[in-house]
């Protein structure tokens, strides 16, 4: 028997147990930056050390921060079922606590590369120092999809999800595009998941809410799914 697909699509909640800072919730990262400051590709032509830092600062707390319940239960569902994370994280959390198959939408922390993206290198948690260049001469920059740039995994991660036949969407307000348009992807008779501890705006037909945090609503949807396989 063919094991049933299922596809996590997870967002900054996901990381919320492990003591990540979220950007929606009080005293979220965007309390403290402007995102648009930190986090697209003109704050980094504006101030490149203000972004370096920040991304230095952010590498340096994931090195010290573990994957919560939440992640390892999703990697615990490979028992059971073939499974892809398409996450909006940039931590490494994920691939930790042992999941096999993660497509990161929004870039990895761990990895560094050129302004064109076309070189792409593992550099750990380490920091990126403002004088370090690529092979190409051009400045070396975080790997990660800042607003104003394409996001080049979106069209496998709707793939992804067309093929799905169980959609978890876990952490995410379901409110960034292009990711937030990927649910509209879903087969008419996939089955379809949320969990998160805060209301979702966004009306989302068929979807069953769990309205739990990750490590929580995971595990009540664990119990219900493995029963049923």
Request: proline share 3%.
């Given at each position: 028997?063919?094991?049933?697909?299922?596809?996590?699509?997870?967002g900054a909640g996901?990381?919320?147990?492990?003591?990540?800072?979220?950007?929606?919730?009080?005293?979220?990262?965007?309390?403290?930056?402007?995102?648009?400051?930190?986090?697209?590709?003109e704050g980094w032509h504006k101030n490149p050390s203000m972004v370096q830092k920040f991304y230095n600062e952010r590498r340096k707390q994931l090195k010290e921060t573990k994957p919560n319940d939440g992640h390892k239960l999703v990697a615990e569902f490979e028992n059971k079922f073939k499974v892809t994370v398409i996450t909006q994280n940039v931590d490494d959390l994920h691939e930790r606590a042992k999941s096999s198959h993660v497509v990161h939408l929004h870039g990895e922390l761990t990895k560094a590369c050129n302004e064109n993206k076309t070189e792409i290198i593992d550099i750990g948690y380490r920091s990126i120092e403002m004088d370090e260049r690529a092979k190409d001469g051009?400045?070396?920059?975080?790997?990660?999809?800042?607003?104003?740039?394409?996001?080049?995994?979106?069209?496998?991660?709707?793939?992804?999800?067309a093929n799905a036949d169980i959609i978890v969407i876990i952490g995410t307000s379901m409110q960034v595009y292009p990711a937030a348009g990927l649910i509209n992807y879903a087969k008419k008779d996939s089955s379809l998941f949320l969990i998160d501890p805060n209301d979702v705006e966004r009306y989302l037909p068929r979807v069953e809410i769990i309205k739990e945090k990750a490590s929580v609503g995971i595990r009540i949807l664990k119990e219900k799914l493995f029963s049923c396989s």
């Open positions: 028997m063919q094991m049933k697909h299922i596809v996590f699509l997870t996901m990381s919320a147990e492990s003591g990540i800072g979220t950007f929606r919730d009080n005293g979220g990262l965007w309390e403290q930056y402007n995102v648009m400051d930190v986090a697209s590709i051009s400045k070396l920059r975080p790997f990660i999809v800042w607003f104003g740039e394409a996001v080049p995994l979106i069209e496998k991660a709707a793939r992804l999800i």
